[in-house]
């Protein structure tokens, strides 16, 4: 995209729309076809359709009509100007004079940097050479450049660094005493680039977010980056865990139901979900911190509390103040509710190291007695049956001790197996692995405890029939609802077996579907 000068032309692209646009992308090309919408903003200003704000979205559009499987493998996604305001407001403050955003795209993240400092501070940051931006793409980066353009003039937009190619080659190099803002690509490679580092990220992970996690937090003095969520206990992400181990900060994750960050039409895809459904992740790095990262839960929000839950001052609060670090034995980040942080650790110190894996049966030839059926797709809770579901996705689990049945089964049927699940994964697939790792209190139960499991499962199980519900999602899918009473009940019972003196409705926190007002009345 050549260089644009203002000039009092005629507004060539007054009365744009979006069929207009598609169409000059398929017949000129998307390139040229930039160069004429930023050739109008600089000389004729922002209109209704062609406003900074929808250039992200539009960009988006085009790259999809152009090659949709070109605009999947670069993994070009765009940041909601919500969550650009929020990002900014966390980098701000954080140390580093020099600005730069990775992977910037059309702009939406350095804009909201620059709007958020106000216009005498970017003006000067910008004039002094301050701010560097970085993408592969050399259209989107003519794009930005041509928005600070406008928005701050000539001068400001020509001492702009642009950085045009591959962000991982060996070449390519963040400035010193940097700040990093970045909402990196969110695709897989199969093979990595000749002049990369080949680092154990690069070589074992082989998805370009986390190579450029990790190679942002390590040259930077400070970063905040938009990403999945998958790193925080994926078990192929611990490479990248251990380099952020060297590091400290916090790391706010998000669920996508009800609501969702990447919210809106995701263009672009090859099958019918049209939604940006990723559960995302901000992760705050600065130099000068604790090494070690404070997580939040997976927070669930509707969209009414949205733009409520994105201030700082909000997400903080999800926080613990306990920091976590990386270890062989702790492999994973937890993401635990602060006021639940107290009964998880005095769960696992009851445990002693025992975990679900002592009670079962392994391989293919596990006799099929007393057996466990399980949903092994969770939502808002976990459910147990004593009889296989009709449904096609549920794990099947056989138990070497029968009375280790009725304990298992009152504990898929409490919060506890639940909430673990969303504290270590919390996706879509309860996976047998995760399960199994479960801390058990069996070896601690007395002769009291028992009849109560045992009493409990025989009246759940002889209840079942009237709580099952079907849903049509790939045929018919079977589960059963239990009403909270018996929740509620085991909750209790295990808070006491821990010897804790508890409300069991604090556990409310991990089935609701609200972030910011907990229901402790009404069924998740």
Known sequence: MTSIAADKRPAELAGYNLSRYLHDVEADGLAATWERICRHLICHGENKFLCLRNFCRLYEEGLALRD????????????????????????????????????????????????????????????????????????????????????????CAEAVHTVAGDFLSRRVALPDDCKVIANPPYAKYSALGKDWTRTNVQRKIREYYTAFMEKIVSRSRSSVILTPYSFISGNRFYPLRKVLDRFGGAIYSFDNVPSMIFHGPKHGVFNSNVNNSVRAAITVTAEGEKRGYRVSPLIRFKNAERAELLKCEALEAFLPKSRQRITVKEPMYRKCFPALEGLYSRWLQRAEGHTFSELLFTGRKAPRRWELFMPNTCRYY?????????????????????????????????????????????????????????????????????????????????????????????GLQESIRFPRRYRDRINARIIAILGLDLDCRLLDLVHSNMALKISVTGEP
């Open 382 to 474: 976990t459910a147990a049956s004593l009889s296989r579901l009709s449904r096609t996705g549920q794990v099947a689990l056989s138990f070497k001790d029968p009375g280790a049945l009725p304990y298992a089964y009152c504990l898929f049927n409490s919060s506890f197996a639940y909430w673990y699940w969303r504290m270590f994964d919390g996706g879509i697939i309860y996976q047998r692995r995760l399960l199994r790792r479960l801390p058990s209190l069996y070896h601690r139960l007395t002769d009291d405890d028992r009849r109560f499991f045992a009493e409990t499962t025989e009246e759940m199980a002889a209840a079942a029939e009237r709580f099952k519900i079907t849903k049509k999602n790939v």
């Open 68 to 155: 949709k499987g070109q605009k999947k493998r670069s993994g070009q996604y765009c940041t909601p100007d919500d969550v650009a305001e929020l990002m900014a407001q966390e980098l701000l403050p954080l140390p580093g004079t020099n600005l730069c955003d990775v992977a910037c795209g059309t702009g939406r993240l350095i804009l909201g940097c620059l709007e958020q400092m106000g216009e005498e501070k970017a003006r000067a940051l910008l004039t002094e050479g301050r701010v560097w931006l970085y993408d592969f793409d050399e259209t989107a980066l003519a794009i930005c450049r041509s928005a600070i353009r406008y928005r701050y003039g000539d001068a």
